[in-house]
């Protein structure tokens, strides 16, 4: 296994915090409902195979990916559990859903005809969920078009209409009226395709926000992605949260040094000095997917104290202030994502200076940071 300390920069996945996570999860809804485990972009920036792998151990019993590539990627991992590709596909894709025994979301009758024909070949039966939009405005079928598409697609040989789901575009948000106003819609979706002759057996609409809030909305499934991770939902850090932060992005102190009074600092010269101030050189940056828009505005931790950034991100490095941090020595573990001492960065703190959210702050992590993957007893 990689060690924490071969790195300069990385982020330390905490499965132990992925595996807790999944338990809260799967107790909140049950035994009897589906957990899917979403682990979509790279299981949001924090290693899909690991996540994948941890949470179905811990009470998840399905996988939800964005594309069918990151289905593959799962399968060729050795992961036999449903996987749900979310996303939409292109025909030419419909042979990797029955190679790899993939669950389709199906939106179009050309997609099911194909997918209809690759798996009568291989005399396989093909999985496939519909989407409904009632109300997201993005991918899915309007509520008056589910049951004809239903009609229209149940005929074809070699496929099975397993699932009908939507999404709730505000269920993280205080107020529940737009959801309830979503689930409603469901529901007489539900009913229509029901009277229309077409049994489904798993129904979905609770996201993490939902599962955690919103229980009358489980149904038959639920997808937790950011709840997973031990992030939050609405992006508002909860002191009394029982889910646990899985990911701490580390790096080192570089360089240390005293700049004089009147030194400009980095690109643009968008900082100066106006006393003798001693910095800390951090090597990491937006290439590694640490946003620019923390210049001048974001902080890390060093030695439990925290060191303002001064400067400009750039693609591979920054400056911090450490005045007034006592004895910080070069390769001083620095803490950009997590905790240090008495103090933490989370990730919605750190969403915030770049003006976005928990979400983006993890998935923008990039390849070259490596993943390095722990489990605390605790």
């Not at 300069?8 to 338990?23: F, G, M, P, Q, Y």
């Not at 993280?172 to 009277?195: P, W």
């Not at 104290?305 to 911090?320: K, T, Y």
Request: glycine share 8%.
């Amino acid at each position: 296994m990689i060690k924490s300390n071969t790195f300069t920069t990385l982020a330390e996945i905490d499965l132990t915090a992925v595996s807790h996570n999944t338990r809260l999860l799967k107790t909140r809804i049950g035994p009897e409902v589906k957990l899917f485990a979403v682990v979509k972009a790279n299981g949001y920036g924090h290693g899909a195979v690991e996540v994948a792998r941890t949470a179905l151990q811990h009470g998840a019993s399905r996988l939800a990916v964005a594309r069918a590539a990151e289905g593959v990627e799962l399968r060729r991992a050795g992961l036999d559990a449903p996987i749900l590709v979310m996303g939409y596909h292109i025909p030419a894709e419909a042979g990797l859903f029955v190679d790899y025994d993939l669950t389709a979301t199906v939106n179009t009758a050309v997609f099911a005809q194909t997918l209809s024909s690759f798996a009568t070949a291989q005399n396989k039966t093909a999985a496939v969920h519909v989407k409904v939009d009632t109300g997201m405005g993005r991918y899915g079928l309007l509520p008056d078009e589910v049951a004809p598409f239903l009609d229209e697609i149940s005929p074809l040989p070699h496929l099975d209409i397993e699932g009908l789901y939507t999404h709730f575009a505000v269920a993280d948000e205080a107020d529940k009226s737009y959801t309830r106003r979503q689930f409603a819609i469901f529901q007489d979706v539900l009913a229509q395709v029901e009277a229309a002759g077409h049994t489904i057996r798993l129904r979905h609409t609770a996201n993490s926000a939902a599962a955690l809030e919103l229980p009358e909305m489980q149904l038959d499934g639920v997808r937790a992605g950011i709840a997973l991770y031990g992030l939050e939902p609405n992006n508002i850090v909860n002191p009394n949260s029982p889910l646990r932060p899985a990911l701490t992005l580390k790096s080192h102190v570089a360089r240390l040094r005293t700049l004089p009074a009147g030194s400009s600092v980095s690109y643009g010269r968008t900082y100066t000095t106006t006393r003798p101030t001693p910095v800390a050189l951090i090597p990491i940056g937006y290439g590694d997917g640490y946003h620019r828009l923390h210049s001048n505005r974001g902080c890390v931790l060093i030695r439990g104290q925290r060191a303002p950034i001064i400067g400009r991100v750039c693609m591979d490095q920054f400056v911090v202030d450490v005045t007034g941090i006592k004895g910080v020595r070069q390769d001083d573990e620095v803490i950009l994502i997590g905790a240090q001492g008495n103090e933490r960065l989370s990730a919605e703190e750190v969403s915030q200076w770049a003006e976005t959210i928990n979400y983006e702050v993890t998935t923008s992590l990039l390849p070259r940071v490596p993943r390095v993957f722990i489990a605390y007893q605790r």
